[in-house]
């Protein structure tokens, strides 16, 4: 079965405390993108990737970081987690070949608080 | 930056009545979609315009895409429960970047 798959489904944290969020596709897709979802705002991309060892920015980016080391998998890293970074984060992927704009493929989301 | 804001942001109906939800922004993008998000899960791609003035069907969904290429709307005919949902537009890989931009979304509950 084609998915996105993320680990752990739900995590309570507390300030500092470094953590990983990971993030694994089987559809050989070349583009994998985290968002943060919060009320009112929708969701925001974090960091994107277009292929392996290929990073960068997207509107929210600060308190997090992002590697690429497998086509597969793109995890989301939390150095020093902090309240602010409470949310629910969706890993999604899609193909960039053929014309734009491509469906991306989500997760079912990653709960996390931090106190 | 660039913003996609939609209304209205709540919306609960009794089944079998119509409703549109409208996706706006200053910026002109080259393609938006719309997705549908319920509970406990992630969003799921409806449908993707392209076109200026481009109108799509999808069963009891219409989407049409704004002939500036700035607004789009979805509308609803007739609904039903289970089209209770969250529901995003995004607009995306403009301005020769790869980033997504969605809308701030239109919680939709449909009452039986």
């Known amino acids: 079965e084609a998915q996105v798959t993320q680990n752990p489904r739900y995590l309570i944290t507390v300030t500092g405390k470094k953590l990983t969020v990971t993030c694994s596709q089987n559809m050989n897709h070349e583009y994998m993108s985290w968002y943060r979802q919060d009320p009112g705002l929708g969701l925001r991309q974090i960091y994107y990737s277009m292929n392996v060892e290929v990073t960068d920015k997207g509107d929210v980016p600060e308190g997090y970081k992002v590697s690429r080391k497998e086509k597969r998998n793109f995890p989301l890293i939390l150095e020093s987690p902090s309240p602010n970074q409470t949310s629910l984060y969706f890993c999604?992927?899609?193909?960039?070949?053929?014309?734009?704009?491509?469906?991306?493929?989500f997760g079912p989301g990653t709960r996390l608080t931090v106190t | 930056t660039q913003l996609l804001e939609q209304s209205p942001q709540f919306l609960s109906i009794q089944e079998g009545e119509n409703l549109t939800v409208y996706c706006n922004s200053s910026?002109?993008?080259?393609?938006l979609q719309w997705y549908r998000q319920e509970p406990g899960e992630g969003p799921v791609l409806l449908v993707t315009?392209?076109?200026?003035?481009e109108v799509k069907k999808l069963k009891r969904l219409t989407f049409q895409f704004g002939d500036a290429r700035k607004d789009s709307s979805l509308h609803i005919t007739a609904a039903q429960p289970g089209d209770t949902g969250l529901y995003l537009c995004a607009g995306g890989w403009d301005s020769g970047t790869y980033k997504y931009i969605f809308g701030t979304g239109t919680r939709l509950k449909v009452l039986a």
């Open positions: 910026s002109v993008f080259s393609s």
């Open positions: 999604a992927s899609s193909w960039t070949g053929g014309e734009l704009p491509y469906e991306q493929y």
């Open positions: 315009v392209v076109t200026g003035g």
